[in-house]
């Protein structure tokens, strides 16, 4: 599991990039690859709402990030419980959706496109007592004689929220590990994931469901999937293999995971981040659904480095998304309360006055979804040197400096000196 946003849920084939000197970059290749039922306005690129977003702070900057987020459209997700909302069922039928209200309107408000992740449960569901909650136990799953109260929970929802028409079931399979077998009970997994598909295709069959939403996490354990960058545990790929062959049906299939391994950043910061294609590329193999990337972290979990070097290294991060066909990819939303700007928050604290301005982050996934969106056309264009990487389009292109020294380059014909970790929107002429 990714233990970096755990935060308690209390309410509130490769195409690579790497450019060497005067090569051409980009592969012509249309962003996004299969998204069944969507246009060119999907912009693929988004964040997660956690416990601590927009919603309840100064109230001047409170506009001011709302103003921000609303600049661009961009997927939003939201969870059912926890993650800043209450559990939405805490007794067999009685429902409290104020919290989840409130969040699916702030959506609307900064006009982004809703998602909603079908996790957790409530306890009643898990064993517990009806009408408590017990956030200790966020992480287990509902048991299988509560399966089908979960499914009608997914529905209940869905007509509540007619314009959500996306759905994730579960979140990183959480409760589901089978501690006898040492492996995920993907059997399980997959039963409550049927009954749910078949609960939201019975209020709208044109909602999009997709799951099964594994952490590609590494492990020391031989594996049909490994590169330069680490391996992915193969008792995860057996997930998504059981899931695809058994699933009732899917409009996508959701993973998330890290670029660090256990052995750290390899080979290097920036090379790692070729794991996400590698994993795109395995994905399009052997389970050829769009692929959704529910969350992905470009960094060390305790990472001390710079603002400048973190912008550049998810610019890349993203760069091989959009290079290796992904139809979503969500941003995990970091905000802690007394915190200005937590390591690779998307604003500043909303509480403070002052507070809300944008950060680089938050711009370079707007830029992304604005320039990049469902069906681009990349184009190939010169770069050099080494240090430079670039991804571009008829109209505009993304120029990073991955070294810490200032570069001189020339970039589809254009000369241009890069700062240390530079990242550069530049027009093509």
């Known amino acids: 599991m990714l233990s970096r946003r755990w935060a308690l ?32 306005g999907w912009p693929v690129y988004g964040f997660t709402h956690t416990q601590y977003t927009v919603d309840y702070g100064d109230a001047a900057a409170l506009r001011t990030a ?31 959706f104020s919290s989840l209200d409130e969040r699916i309107a702030l959506i609307r408000e900064t006009g982004g496109i809703p998602v909603i992740t079908l996790c957790c449960a409530p306890d009643w569901m898990k064993g517990g007592q009806p009408g408590t909650t017990d956030w200790s136990r966020i992480e287990e799953a509902p048991r299988p004689e509560h399966y089908r109260d979960f499914a009608a929970l997914a529905a209940e929802i869905a007509r509540r929220y007619p314009d959500v028409t996306h759905y994730i079931v579960w979140n990183e399979l959480k409760g589901f590990f089978d501690e006898e077998k040492q492996r995920w009970n993907y059997e399980g997994y997959t039963e409550l994931y049927n ?24 492990s ?8 330069e960058w680490g391996n992915v ?30 052995r750290g950043m390899i080979p290097d910061d920036f090379g790692a981040q070729r794991k996400f294609a590698a994993v795109n590329e395995w994905l399009h193999r052997n389970i050829g659904l769009p692929i959704w990337w529910a969350e992905w972290y470009p960094e060390p979990e305790f990472s001390t480095w710079s603002d400048a070097k973190r912008t550049a290294v998810t610019a890349v991060s993203l760069m091989e998304f959009a290079e290796s066909g992904t ?11 007394g915190r ?20 680089e982050i938050l711009r370079l996934l707007q830029g992304f ?8 056309e990349t184009v190939r264009v010169s770069a050099s040197p080494g240090p430079v990487r670039v991804l571009a389009q008829k109209a505009m292109m993304l120029v990073v400096n991955t070294s810490d020294s200032r570069v001189d380059a020339v970039v589809d014909g254009q000369r241009m000196t890069l700062g240390p970790y530079e990242v550069r929107w530049v027009a093509r002429t």
């Open 9 to 40: 849920p209390m309410i509130g084939v490769l195409v690579a990039l790497l450019i060497l000197s005067c090569t051409p970059a980009g592969n012509g290749s249309p962003i996004g690859g299969m998204v069944d039922g969507v246009g060119s």
């Open 66 to 96: 709302r103003s921000a987020i609303a600049e661009q459209r961009l997927l939003q997700n939201q969870h059912i419980m926890g993650f800043g909302v209450l559990n939405p069922e805490p007794s067999p039928g009685r429902y409290d």
């Open 195 to 218: 009954l749910v598909y078949d609960a939201l295709k019975a209020v709208n069959p044109k909602i999009k469901v997709g799951g099964p939403y594994p952490v590609m996490e590494d």
């Open 220 to 227: 020391d354990r031989p594996s049909e999937l490994e590169g």
């Open 233 to 262: 545990d193969q008792r995860v790929l057996d997930v998504l293999r059981y899931w695809a062959k058994h699933k009732r049906g899917a409009d996508f299939v959701v993973v998330d995971g890290s670029a660090e391994s256990r």
């Open 327 to 337: 139809a979503a990819v969500l941003y995990w939303s970091r905000q802690e309360p």
């Open 340 to 359: 200005e700007c937590p390591p690779g928050c998307l604003w500043t604290d909303p509480h403070r006055r002052g507070g809300g301005r944008p950060t």
């Open 369 to 376: 979804a604005r320039w990049f969106p469902y069906g681009t």
